[in-house]
């Protein structure tokens, strides 16, 4: 199956495959001077017509998460739906919304999605289409900080090895997952224990703060050297990837 995804910013990503349109964790709504639309990092509501089905995703409540603009977006397609982790407040009421909870599956139609527990705050998504596998951690990571209390590092670890658990084995045909350059030499730990864990036909690092030398540590870090060759390189917001499913 062949699909598409643009880089909106951060841990924002669009995906396209057969008409479907996805969108993960937006919350940049300015647009990348002098480009617009998806091209410009953003998302015009006007144009979510041309697409059969358009579902939104939001990993938790942060605001470099989530924007409640997206939730403006209901008049703009009669098929548009949201699955919105469950700590995410004062939601409309008939607003066509799944609550995400740790660990649940929910059965969408002609989708199904699964969620695993962060070690920050809310889920990270699985997202399976028919043959189309796509993983987005939220802010699921190995959230190792310097000068924080051993034992709190401790359960960092021990928390992400839990979830990469119920996923070892598992082949997705993208993955976004955090490399956060404040971890400082820490950084790569998460996405490294993700790909031993899991197969990736396409990574897509995310939640860089916009420091795109991120991918010149990937490029250099021999803990890397098994899997880099997979790592998309992002260099700006709205960037397109064209790409096919390795089913």
Known sequence: M?????????????????????????????????RFGLDGGVVDP?????????????????PDHFAREILKWEDAHPNIRYVL?????KLPKNAPITRAHPHETYNL??????????????VAFIVEMGDLRLYHAGDLNWWHWEGEPDEDNLAQQRG??????????ERFDAAFVPVDPRLEKQALW???????????????PMHFWDDYAIFDRIENDPAAAAWRGRVRRITRRGERFDLESGS
């Open 2 to 34: 062949r699909f598409t995804v643009w880089y909106l910013g951060h841990s924002g990503f669009a995906a396209e495959a057969g008409g479907r349109f996805l969108v993960f964790d937006y919350f940049k709504t300015t647009p990348e001077a002098p």
């Open 160 to 169: 992400y090895a839990a979830e990469m658990a119920k996923i070892r084995g």
């Open 109 to 122: 139609g002609d989708m199904t999605v699964r969620t695993l527990k962060s070690t920050d705050e809310g």
């Open 46 to 62: 006007d144009a979510l017509k041309k697409y059969e089905t358009v579902t939104v995703f939001a990993s938790h409540a942060h």
């Open 190 to 204: 998460g996405l490294t224990a993700f790909m031993e864990a899991a197969e990736a036909e396409n990574v897509f």
């Open 85 to 89: 982790s469950h700590d995410i407040r």
